[in-house]
């Protein structure tokens, strides 16, 4: 493997930085977008079993906030019935809690695709590196029309240098745009179906305090 990169060159470095950065992403949201962790349903179930005077109860609430993301959700509409707020302004505060949560949801999402964008850009771009190593392996002034043969015969380990940096860059870049693609569409559709979940039992908590509404 290190061999590899010796011969792909130095444009295959910031290659490597952001496979690293792109597989991190995708270890860290697929761990924590895990149905356990986002809608825990030890806290769906105290959240629906909490009665009105543990709902005023802030160590109640303050645990079941930090028990999971859905958590905070919930722990909101307990608290904005508890005050005895109307339900137009627990939604309102509902809306706000429900923001946060999609924004740590799609949180490095955005990051994940543009690896997937940039990365053939780099490929590209070491193939560009590889091809003016080609030319320049020649020896002559720019401009000059020489044969890749008339290349390789005055300087073989050059064009084959040239060679190896084009073909490396443009295979690494593709080997990592085309997983960290797949893996945002994936974490993508992941995300959306989380915050479905979330809204679901939110509304079912929402519609058993606010029986009116």
Request: aromatic fraction near 8%.
């Amino acid at each position: 493997m290190y061999s590899i990169l010796i011969a792909a060159g130095w444009p295959i470095w910031p290659l490597l930085a952001i496979s690293i950065l792109g597989l991190a992403i995708l270890l860290e949201r697929s761990w924590y977008l895990r149905k356990t962790h986002i809608v825990r349903k030890q806290s769906i179930e105290e959240a629906f079993a909490a009665t009105p005077t543990l709902a005023k109860d802030p160590n109640f609430i303050n645990h079941l906030t930090s028990s999971s993301p859905i958590g905070g959700l919930l722990a909101g509409v307990l608290r904005e019935h508890a005050l005895g707020h109307s339900a137009e302004v627990a939604i309102e505060e509902l809306q706000i809690l429900a923001q946060n949560l999609w924004m740590k949801l799609d949180r490095y999402l955005g990051a994940l695709a543009t690896i997937a964008t940039v990365a053939p850009l780099l490929g590209l771009f070491g193939t560009v590196v590889g091809m003016i190593e080609i030319f320049g392996s020649q020896g002559g002034t720019i401009g000059s029309a020489v044969s890749a043969a008339s290349v390789g015969a005055t300087n073989p380990q050059q064009l084959a240098h040239g060679i190896s940096i084009a073909l490396y860059n443009t295979a690494f870049g593709l080997l990592i745009a085309i997983p960290a693609l797949a893996g945002w569409r994936i974490l993508r559709a992941v995300a959306d179906q989380r915050q479905r979940e979330c809204e679901e039992c939110t509304r079912q908590l929402f519609k058993k305090l606010y029986p009116d509404t």
